[in-house]
């Protein structure tokens, strides 16, 4: 079974080669390098096409240098979005260097989700009105729902506000959706 990768539509700014192989690894995306926190004008500009063309959002590493790129992307491009990796997520096993490359891909697309990004969810159709219909997001026991839910389709614990962009990420289709509702509301009902 091939491995479903989400497909994000904004451009990611990372700072370097290997953030760019280790977003890669986690989303499909095209990356625009900084090279350090010595952004020149002519990246500055590609940065700001992308942003007009398809949005941006910037993923640097969580230290100084990554906070500086940051603000220097933010005051020559106002509005790009920015998602965050915490530093112990950020840790080489050594635990001496912190960087985007050493965060797993799972914390590289939750950065990205809680960026808000705009996915291309092909074949997950399953609307917000899905989801409260489902009773998944508002009533008793929504939470104990969505939990059981996310253990059928894999899909770890997702809260009401990441549960459609999980379903999105792991492409869940309209029918595997509701076959696993079905399946969550009869055991509710033992």
């Known amino acids: 079974m091939r491995e479903l990768i989400m497909k994000i539509k904004e451009v990611i700014v990372v700072e370097g080669r ?6 890669k690894r ?15 004008d002519e990246i500055i500009e590609q940065i700001r096409h992308a942003a007009e063309k398809r949005g941006v959002i910037v993923l640097t590493d969580p230290d100084y240098p990554g906070e500086k790129i940051r603000s220097i992307i933010e005051k020559n491009i106002p509005g790009v979005k920015h998602a965050f990796i ?70 770890g614990k997702p809260n009401g506000k ?8 792991f492409q869940i289709s309209r029918a595997d959706f509701f076959a696993a509702v079905e399946q969550v509301h009869k055991e509710e009902s033992y």
């Open 162 to 169: 990441q549960l459609k962009n999980r379903l999105c990420m």
């Open 26 to 40: 986690a989303i499909q995306a095209d990356t625009i390098e900084t090279n350090g926190s010595a952004i020149d």
């Open 86 to 155: 915490p530093q112990n997520q950020a840790r080489d096993k050594r635990k001496r260097k912190i960087g985007v490359e050493h965060a797993t891909p799972e914390v590289i697309r939750e950065a990205i989700l809680h960026a808000h990004a705009d996915t291309f969810c092909e074949s997950s159709l399953i609307t917000h009105d899905d989801l409260i219909a489902s009773g998944l997001l508002i009533g008793k026991n929504c939470a104990k729902r969505r939990a059981r839910l996310g253990e059928i389709l894999r899909l």
């Open 18 to 23: 290997d953030d760019t192989a280790a977003v």
